[in-house]
Structures are given as structure tokens and as C-alpha cells.
């Protein structure tokens, strides 16, 4: 069983940065693959990002290209995501998501097998 707890959301204006944390419980959380996932109101959940169990391998949607960085402390049993220049249009609920670990790195909500609560992201104009 893998706990997840996400930090560090909330108000920014357009243009700023935020640093989301999730912090895992559980002794093999370096062997999962994680997952960022964002929901806007009335849309659909959607990867963000994601990085597999030893960091070979990240993914980022092309909305977030060279603005959000994935990474994971495996000593600290934490992933970030790393947001600069921040869009109204990233606003959403954002969510961490684990799943044992694979060379490639799911895109699917049904391949994650655990979800943290989520933490609110509101980018202002």
C-alpha cells in the first residue's frame, strides 16, 4: 500500500512559479512510476507529467513543455513538479499518482494504482 500527499498549491499570479511536493509512504517507492495529473473544473483529468521508477525516462504534455520540470528524491520518498511561467489555463486541481514500476510511464488514470487528494492550483491574469 503506497500513501500519497501532495503540497504546495495555491494562488500565483500569471507568470510566477510553484513547486508541487507528494510525499509517498512505503518502503518501494523507488520502484514506481509516478504520475502528475491536473483537472480542471468541467474537464477531464490528464497527465501532466511523468517519470519512471529511476528517472530514465520523463514525459510532460506538450502544454507544459520547457515550463514544468518532473523530478524525484527516491531517498525522500518525494516527487516534484517544478512549474514556471505559470498560464491561467494551468489552473486545476493537481493530483500525484503511483504505479509499480515500468520502463515506460502510463498515460492512463486506470494504469495508476494510487492517488493522493490533490492540491488546488490557481494561476490569476
Known amino acids: 500500500q503506497v500513501q500519497l500527499v501532495e503540497s504546495g498549491g495555491g494562488l500565483v499570479q500569471a507568470g510566477g512559479s510553484l513547486r508541487l511536493s507528494c510525499a509517498a509512504s512505503g518502503r518501494t517507492f523507488s520502484s514506481y512510476a509516478m504520475g502528475w495529473f491536473r483537472q480542471a473544473p468541467g474537464k477531464e483529468r490528464e497527465l501532466v507529467a511523468g517519470i519512471n521508477w529511476g528517472a530514465h525516462n520523463t514525459y510532460y504534455r506538450d502544454s507544459v513543455k520547457g515550463r514544468f520540470t518532473i523530478s524525484r528524491d527516491n531517498a525522500k520518498n518525494t516527487v516534484y513538479l517544478q512549474m514556471n511561467s505559470l498560464k491561467p489555463e494551468d489552473t486545476a486541481v493537481y493530483y500525484c499518482?503511483?504505479?509499480?514500476?515500468?520502463?515506460?510511464?502510463?498515460?492512463?488514470?486506470?494504469?495508476?494504482?494510487?492517488w493522493g487528494q490533490g492540491t488546488q492550483v490557481t494561476v490569476s491574469s
Open positions: 499518482a503511483a504505479t509499480p514500476g515500468t520502463l515506460s510511464i502510463p498515460s492512463r488514470m486506470d494504469e495508476y494504482d494510487y
